[in-house]
């Protein structure tokens, strides 16, 4: 029972276990064999509280969708979660949907409509306490999270077991609401019982690396329409899990999976255990996975010999194939004479007494580091070789570098390391690589037309040739076309951020300089445009194409009114083909893109009275409403809610807060707003019931400014946005996650939200009153900047709530900043747009 006292000398062993597992992990999200992603706990992260959360993507990070047929050839029949414990006996049922005693509803069916489970499990009585475990028969200490996934994967069933170490050592308070243990407790099966070791290993199907192609059927019309490719990630990873495949056959009935479940497998193995229980175990000998790994990761002699020759397949010279020839005997290799030799490889350049003294001389990269897939050159000078550059002699050359250290280089490398250069400030045009593309094309079809007229053996050949260079086409390559995908698949083939450090590039600016500060900037939602706006009464459309000849994203079309110092604009969503904009003034424009016609609109019927100014609109996500702040500030501050299709008046929001409102921002589904106050207080409200459903106040806010929305995976009963960023007066901005304001759901729906929520995390990077934030599509990216002083410009990674230390730097050419958007370029990149007070705008581009 010694192991029951000490937990803390088993933890550390515990942990190790778990971390030999190799947990694939990429932005905090913890990828399991099958669709789940685990969002939280982290490995071996102390627990307690009211409840532990487990939060689970069911989506593969948006590769499976979540409303399948149920004949699709890929879906998720059910997913159960077990707490158990081999130190302490006990396995808890969490959820499990076919048994009496689990205290948590089945996951799938929970949260409609969101691709992100929140299991929020109270813990059983037997588990309250604070601290480690203090006596030997204590239910407190060391848990595995065993989450257990009965899925189909291109029409075949799989059943896989993964286990996330936890402690159970911080404080949970006695309560009467809590369970029973003993209701909850089942049968501790052995791993010779639960048999894992024969089971198959599946792997992590779809964490970042090589590509799985997974098959779905949507709920449509067409219910024998086939299923559609999506591009996972199929990286081996060797954890202990386990995987009972049915062999193709489909089940009854979730249910009957279910209960299959719950008799076969209610305990999965666990190594962990086994190590901590049986501590003679010889860990220096290799079992039957760690030689699979090893086989792996440094391979073998006869997968190097195959997969030599396969590389080779495609040469034509046959000389050179014979060089790969490996001989297996013990034979001397043949001697070579000079003449292969290139005449620069016979003498060696001399240059001179303590020329490049202590300095090595960076010759060209080799032809299989360089891109030789396109055409070659003519003729090469033989001379650029005996030619020395020196790159930090020439402060105009130091950018050429490679590295501090980086001096001499050849004349072909200076030539090559130009050209690079040249590349990355001006990319290939778009109509060059259509070029490009099109030219294979046309060549591959001449190819296929030779073969035809050919005679049967030699249309035998080609047809093989033509298969073998459709099959060699890698999934990679094919996922970067943009051609082939519409604006929704180059959405899902964003690729996540890394935190700390941005890999971001300037690009061509905006040719058009507003005669006045910037005030608006918007990406429409479907193409590369800009739109741009400001106080110089003109707008402009710029088709961002940063490659674009003669002229960089050029200007597609611009409106001006006169006497309207337009402040603020924006597409009309879906599709994008109107734009509202509206200035200081009793009116507001709509402009229709595809007539062109400009329409004014002067009032809202029954509150003309209550707006001096119509400048602080915004428009739904979906479309339907436009809101507008107005001018009065009876009651503490009024938002009126009017209808896009009719410009009729269709409800009011009021908000009790000293000194009106500051900003709003519409929920992601379009069914409610989200309203700051000038005082720091928060309205939640709901366009169905027409009132407000939740109040609660920003932590230490004096005086808010300007707030946003962004993200995914956040309750659907406020919208479904995962987090709220809000901006003070003292420069200090609060991010919040939505998942933790609301407090309790009653039985009739209503919510009760915590009155101060905590942030999590507080940003104090400016001094200066913010004046604009805003969040990325994807919600991986937070901007917010201040215009009061220059360059106050600061990006975020919200996964980790990190601010970018590499950029903005201080040669950053940004002004005073005063509109900042976030955008998609043609190859999926994050394109990121700064408008400043001199009427410049200027753009980034954000990679992955």
């Not at 192991?3 to 933890?11: D, F, Y």
């Amino acid at each position: 029972m010694l192991s029951r006292l000490l937990p803390a000398a088993l933890l550390p062993l515990f942990l190790s276990q778990s971390l030999g597992q190799n947990f694939t992990i990429s932005n905090g999200q913890i990828y399991t064999p099958g669709f789940a992603i685990v969002d939280s706990p982290q490995p071996g992260t102390p627990e307690g509280g009211a409840t532990i959360e487990v939060a689970l993507d069911v989506s593969a990070d948006g590769v499976l969708p979540l409303d399948t047929s149920p004949d699709s050839p890929s879906l998720i029949h059910n997913i159960t979660i077990f707490m158990y414990s081999y130190d302490t006996g006990r396995n808890f049922t969490v959820s499990n949907g076919t048994t009496a005693n689990g205290t948590y509803p089945p996951i799938m069916p929970s949260e409609p409509g969101s691709t992100v489970k929140h299991v929020q499990w109270t813990w059983p009585s037997c588990l309250v306490g604070d601290g480690e475990p203090t006596t030997a028969d204590s239910a407190r200490g060391v848990y595995n999270i065993s989450i257990r996934q009965n899925f189909r994967l291109n029409n075949t069933d799989y059943y896989t077991i993964f286990d996330l170490p936890i402690s159970v050592t911080n404080s949970i308070d006695n309560s009467t609401t809590r369970p029973d243990c003993s209701s909850l407790n089942n049968p501790l099966l052995t791993a010779s019982e639960v048999n894992a070791s024969a089971a198959n290993s599946v792997g992590i199907l779809f964490a970042p690396g090589d590509s799985q192609i997974v098959q779905v059927k949507l709920n449509s019309s067409n219910p024998d329409a086939g299923g559609q490719g999506l591009g996972g990630a199929a990286t081996v990873s060797w954890a202990r899990t386990s995987i009972m495949s049915k062999k193709a056959q489909k089940p009854a009935s979730n249910d009957d999976t279910s209960s299959d479940e719950s008799d076969h497998f209610s305990e999965p193995e666990n190594e962990q255990a086994q190590v901590t229980a049986n501590s003679g175990m010889d860990l220096d000998d290799k079992d039957s996975d760690e030689e699979e790994l090893e086989r792996l990761v440094l391979g073998n002699r006869a997968g190097f010999r195959a997969n030599l020759f396969d590389n080779a397949a495609d040469s034509d010279d046959e000389e050179a194939l014979q060089g790969l020839r490996i001989d297996d005997g013990d034979h001397a290799p043949a001697e070579a004479g000079l003449e292969a030799l290139d005449d620069s490889a016979l003498f060696m350049l001399d240059v001179g007494d303590g020329a490049g003294e202590g300095k090595q001389i960076a010759g060209p990269v080799s032809q299989v580091e360089e891109d030789v897939s396109g055409p070659q050159p003519a003729w090469a000078d033989s001379d650029d070789e005996r030619l020395t550059v020196s790159l930090a002699g020439v402060k105009q050359l130091r950018k050429l570098r490679e590295t501090e250290d980086d001096d001499l280089v050849t004349g072909a490398e200076y030539a090559r390391r130009l050209r690079q250069q040249y590349l990355r400030l001006n990319p290939l045009p778009a109509w060059a690589k259509e070029a490009t593309s099109d030219g294979k094309k046309k060549r591959r079809r001449r190819s296929s037309a030779a073969s035809s007229d050919s005679g049967a053996g030699s249309d035998s050949d080609a047809s093989e040739d033509d298969d073998e260079d459709l099959s060699a086409l890698p999934l990679e390559r094919f996922l970067r076309d943009a051609s082939a995908f519409g604006a929704e698949a180059r959405q899902r083939k964003k690729r996540k951020l890394r935190p700390e450090v941005l890999d971001i590039q300037r690009t061509r600016d905006i040719p058009d300089t507003h005669r006045g500060p910037v005030e608006s900037l918007v990406f429409h939602p479907q193409h590369p445009v800009l739109l741009s706006s400001s106080t110089a009464s003109i707008l402009y459309l710029h088709h961002i194409s940063p490659g674009a000849h003669p002229t960089p994203n050029p200007q597609l079309t611009s409106v001006q009114v006169k006497s309207v110092p337009v402040r603020r604009s924006a597409f009309l969503h879906p599709d994008g083909t109107e734009i509202i904009f509206a200035g200081r003034r009793r009116f507001f424009h709509s402009w229709n893109l595809s007539t062109g016609l400009v329409k004014k609109v002067t009032k809202i019927q029954g509150h003309q009275h209550e707006h001096r100014s119509m400048e602080r609109f915004r428009l739904s996500p979906d479309g339907r409403h436009m809101a507008i702040i107005a001018t009065s500030r009876k009651g503490g501050g009024m938002l009126n809610i009017i209808s896009v299709g009719s410009m009729q008046w269709v409800a009011q929001a009021r908000l009790d807060s000293r000194g009106g409102i500051a900003d709003f921002s519409w929920w992601r589904n379009g069914d409610g707003i989200t309203i700051l106050g000038r005082d720091g207080q928060v309205a939640e409200w709901s366009v169905a019931s027409k009132r407000t459903v939740g109040l609660w106040r920003d932590e230490g806010s004096v005086g808010g400014t300007v707030m946003a929305l962004g993200g995914k995976g956040g309750p659907e009963a406020l919208g479904g946005d995962r987090w709220v960023a809000m901006g003070s007066n003292s420069g200090v901005l609060n991010v919040y996650d939505r998942n933790d304001l609301i407090e309790k759901i009653n039985e009739d729906g209503s919510l009760e939200l915590k009155a101060q929520p905590e942030p999590v995390r507080r940003f104090e990077q400016l001094t200066t009153p913010i004046t604009t934030t805003t969040f990325s599509s994807d919600g991986q990216l937070l901007a917010f900047a201040s215009q009061h002083k220059k360059d106050a410009l600061k990006l975020v990674h919200i996964p980790s709530c990190t601010v970018y230390r590499n950029w903005p730097t201080e040669q950053t050419p940004l002004g005073r900043i005063t509109a900042v958007a976030f955008g998609s370029g043609r190859e999926a990149e994050t394109m990121l747009s700064v408008g400043n007070d001199l009427g410049k705008v200027r753009l980034w581009e954000i990679r992955p």
